[in-house]
């Protein structure tokens, strides 16, 4: 179906504009480039496909970007997705806007991940040291001199 809607692999790109709203296509296009009736159910399908095709693309080029959520980063990537796909930027821009926000998600789930991560080897590290720094302690024990306990105070002499 990606195909059909003009995916990068030499599709129309035009084809794939045609179902977005208030896109420089007049309406919806069939594959033989004339206008098609269809029906309004299978026109929204199809803007979904489109809608997740351009998420997609602005995806790749915001990865390749190493997308920081930068705002004008993220307009250069939608004006190059737009200028690839010979479609205006105003259409491209909303894809790319979902697409960013679903690349800044993926970083910080992974970034979550990294830390639980380096916590479990942490405790993992604590928990490996711990018998041997208590045998350590004990050592240190046994090795010290055994305090002695002080004298006993001298008898008072008596009174006169």
Known sequence: MLQQLGAPEGGNAALAVASIPGSAVAG??????????????????????????????????????????????????????????????ADVLQACSQAAQQLLEIKQQQQQQQQQQQQQQQQQQQQQQQPHLAFQHKQEQWSQPQPQPPPPPPPSPPPP
């Open 28 to 89: 919806p296009i069939d594959g033989n480039g004339g206008s098609s009736s269809s029906s309004s159910s299978s026109s929204s399908s199809s803007s979904k496909a489109v809608s997740q095709w351009l998420t997609y693309e602005c995806q790749q080029e915001l990865s390749a970007a190493e997308y920081q959520g930068d705002g004008q980063q993220l307009l250069r990537v939608a004006s190059s997705v737009a200028e690839r796909l010979h479609i205006r930027q």
